[in-house]
């Protein structure tokens, strides 16, 4: 490969919540690991990786000029966002005019639902759910309606329709959180799929917030479907939000930005997010998008995709064949494994709390997944040289399961 993704790089004091915040209170996942085990970071869902090199370069280069005074968000900027929807999503028609800043996308998602919801109106969001959605949506006032996925014969996460549409007439919903792909189950929803799902908005007037900030990172040839993609009106009722930071491990910087059609939605999204005046693009993130958005960047996600479908296909495969009493859909995007360990635990008389800690004690810093809604799950971060997936699993078999 022309890139690297083997090197394991000593994050301590570098300002990594990964490894920096483990075992702190309220923060970090468990105390530290018994003596003999370093820690492997498999929680937060940041990549282990050092970005593309036409980020650091793009930084580099600005920071030879040592004035950062108030500037404005340049041509360049929308055009390498637009350059890259085309040429990765297929994505037509898109301008500078649809296209705004948002400090993360959780704060987009706040500032789109404050448009489309009353204050206590009802969201509808799939279960699991990414932890995120819950803290603002509890925080902002918002009732959550869980929509449950399920799996089919094959163990393929699928949206119940019947279930979406009882929800949203017994809640009188007109706001819905969609994530693709999805958080944490890891799957890639198929065209028909959010064609179903749109046309079942349309028929109740529900309007969406399309998270997609995991949409470039897609396993074993999988592809992503933009949700506005599907129909005019899913263009039209959308918002649309994406990011490079899960892309190109960039969170530290801050910078996503949304993408809505609509006139008259954008107009009223962008007020919202204007009010408290927290919404200002850093000098820095405006370079490192344009540093991430090249032709060599997307090189790099490639090489990138490659690396991770291989951890994934291992991992996957080392838990069917090793972990009796844990089951797992296999992702198809994303780099988290999201496992079912509720079979293992009544097996073996264990709680959750003792099997997470089990996995502590010998440096597996794996996440809690029960805040996503489902009561024996962890979720689990491969994103990391595959030297120490792979040492991570052993750990996990010869003195966890």
């Known amino acids: 490969m022309k890139y690297d993704f083997t090197t394991i790089y000593d994050r301590k004091g570098k300002d990594a919540i990964a490894v920096d915040a ?33 980020i650091t370069k793009a930084i580099a280069e600005r920071i030879r000029h040592p004035l950062f005074g108030y500037f404005a968000t340049t041509d360049e900027y ?81 949206m119940d329709f019947e279930d979406m549409e009882k ?63 599907v129909s005019e009106d899913a263009r039209m009722r959308t918002v649309a939000l994406y990011a490079p930071s899960k892309t190109f ?8 930005y949304h993408i809505i059609y609509d006139p008259w939605l954008r107009d009223r999204v962008l007020k919202e997010s204007s009010l408290a005046h927290y919404n200002s693009l850093n000098v820095l993130s405006m370079h490192a998008l344009i540093g991430a958005y090249q032709d060599e960047g997307m090189a790099w996600v490639d090489e990138l995709r490659e690396v991770l479908s291989e951890n994934v296909n291992f991992a996957y495969d080392f838990i069917q064949k090793n972990f009796e009493g844990v089951t797992l859909a296999k992702p198809e995007g994303t780099y988290m494994l999201y496992l079912d360990c509720e079979g293992w635990c009544k097996a073996h008389g264990k709680t959750m709390d003792e099997l997470l800690q089990a996995g502590y004690d010998v440096g597996v810093a794996w996440q809690d997944g029960r805040p996503f809604n489902r009561p024996y799950a962890i979720r689990m971060n491969l994103a990391l040289p595959k030297v120490k997936v792979e040492e991570a699993f052993q750990r996990l078999k010869e003195y966890v399961f």
């Open 167 to 229: 929800k949203i007439k017994d809640h009188k919903i007109h706001a819905a959180i969609f994530c693709s792909p999805h958080n944490p189950c890891g799957r890639v929803w198929e065209k028909w799929e959010i064609e179903q799902a749109m046309e079942l908005y349309k028929k109740y007037d529900v309007y969406v917030v399309s998270d997609e900030i995991w949409s470039d990172l897609l396993l074993n040839g999988h592809k992503h479907v933009p949700t506005q993609s």
């Open 78 to 158: 929308y055009n390498s966002i637009i350059r890259w929807q085309e040429v990765r999503n297929g994505v037509t028609g898109l301008t500078k005019e649809a296209i705004g800043y948002e400090n993360g996308v959780l704060g987009g998602v706040v500032s789109a639902l404050r448009v489309l919801a009353s204050q206590g109106g009802a969201v509808l969001v799939h279960s699991p759910t990414y932890v995120g959605f819950t803290g603002v949506l509890k925080n902002n006032g918002f009732q959550i309606i869980h929509s449950e996925l399920k799996q089919d014969a094959e163990g393929v996460w699928r």
């Open 249 to 256: 491990n960039l969170a530290g910087l801050i910078g996503s």
């Open 22 to 54: 483990f075992g702190r209170e309220g923060f970090g996942p468990g105390p530290d690991a018994k003596p003999g085990f370093d820690m492997i970071p498999m929680w937060v869902a940041d990549m282990n990786f050092a970005t593309a090199p036409t």
